[in-house]
């Protein structure tokens, strides 16, 4: 098939689903055209998935490499606590994988987009040695109400939105779990008026310091109040990525949803270390590719 061939195959696999009207217009020309409602703010995020760093050809497939790709940039939004706009999506692909392999893995993004109400409002095709994709997307939030990182204040409680370790664990297993965006619990969160988050793609230990660095912090956390996911290990809920859950701190006057425990609080900064878990300095082994 040729480039403008599978364009059009996935303007005909975009109708129907979910189209926002902020949207004006989308697949077929040079750019899309979005016009924000009044009194918003837009945010925006953009991640790669990789073939061989992120998944292989054998562990997933083409829909849930797909699935997968929005999936990670959707948990940016839902951790500033955004409603979900619209999605840009450039995709590369070998010779080798040909149209079928495309359609499979808009059909995979389309699912995702559908369940969490985002328009595929454009992007980019080519050819490459592996798989590449790269999803940009947008958000809105009312002007000004975005959660930042930044926010933490000392005394403040922090929480996680679920249990831990499973994706790390099932990794383990050769057995990779798809990420489950918590889209509406930010949403949730955001207007309970929590004061910062984070999701957690990279692991606990490292994604609570980069919280802690913006906020200019220090945070405490213990290893028995942790929620730790069936056969997960407490070096898997800490250090192992991949779970997407958000890591958000609030004021102890929040009422906070019961399904989403309380894990430690915010204290002074204190020189070298921002984390402590059961009262010693906690190292940052989560994933981070330049280290």
């Given at each position: 098939m040729r480039e403008t061939e599978i364009i059009e195959q996935i303007r005909r696999q975009t109708l129907g689903s979910h189209r926002d009207p902020t949207l004006i217009r989308g697949i077929g020309d040079d750019c899309a055209i979005i016009r924000p409602r009044a009194k918003e703010d837009l945010v925006f995020t953009s991640d790669f998935v990789l073939e061989d760093?992120?998944?292989?050809?054998?562990?997933?497939?083409?829909?849930?490499?797909?699935?997968?790709?929005?999936?990670?940039s959707l948990s940016d939004l839902a951790a500033m606590g955004a409603e979900p706009v619209f999605c840009l999506v450039s995709l590369a692909v070998p010779a080798n994988l040909g149209g079928a392999f495309v359609k499979r893995f808009y059909q995979g993004l389309l699912r995702t987009a559908k369940c969490h109400a985002i328009s595929l409002a454009g992007g980019d095709l080519s050819r490459f040695d592996k798989v590449i994709a790269d999803v940009t997307c947008c958000g809105r939030v009312p002007r000004g109400k975005a959660l930042l990182r930044s926010?933490?204040?000392?005394?403040?409680?922090?929480?996680?939105?679920?249990?831990?370790?499973?994706?790390?664990?099932?990794?383990?297993?050769?057995?990779?779990?798809?990420?489950?965006?918590?889209?509406?619990?930010?949403?949730?969160?955001?207007?309970?008026?929590?004061?910062?988050?984070?999701?957690?793609?990279?692991?606990?230990?490292?994604?609570?310091?980069?919280?802690?660095?913006?906020?200019?912090?220090?945070?405490?956390?213990?290893?028995?109040?942790?929620?730790?996911?069936?056969?997960?290990?407490?070096?898997?809920?800490?250090?192992?990525?991949?779970?997407?859950?958000l890591l958000f701190t609030a004021p102890p006057k929040i009422k906070i949803p019961a399904n989403m425990p309380q894990i430690g609080i915010i204290t002074r900064q204190k020189p070298r270390h921002s984390v402590f878990l059961d009262g010693h300095p906690l190292q940052s082994k989560g994933f981070d590719h330049f280290a």
């Open positions: 760093r992120h998944f292989t050809l054998q562990t997933h497939s083409p829909a849930a490499i797909g699935e997968k790709a929005l999936a990670r926010g933490a204040k000392v005394g403040h409680h922090i929480y996680v939105t679920g249990k831990l370790g499973a994706a790390a664990h099932a990794l383990s297993a050769g057995k990779p779990i798809l990420p489950n965006p918590r889209i509406s619990a930010g949403v949730a969160l955001r207007k309970l008026g929590i004061s910062a988050a984070i999701d957690i793609s990279d692991g606990l230990s490292l994604d609570l310091a980069r919280l802690c660095d913006a906020s200019k912090v220090s945070a405490a956390i213990a290893s028995s109040s942790l929620p730790l996911s069936r056969r997960a290990t407490l070096d898997e809920a800490l250090h192992g990525g991949e779970d997407y859950e």
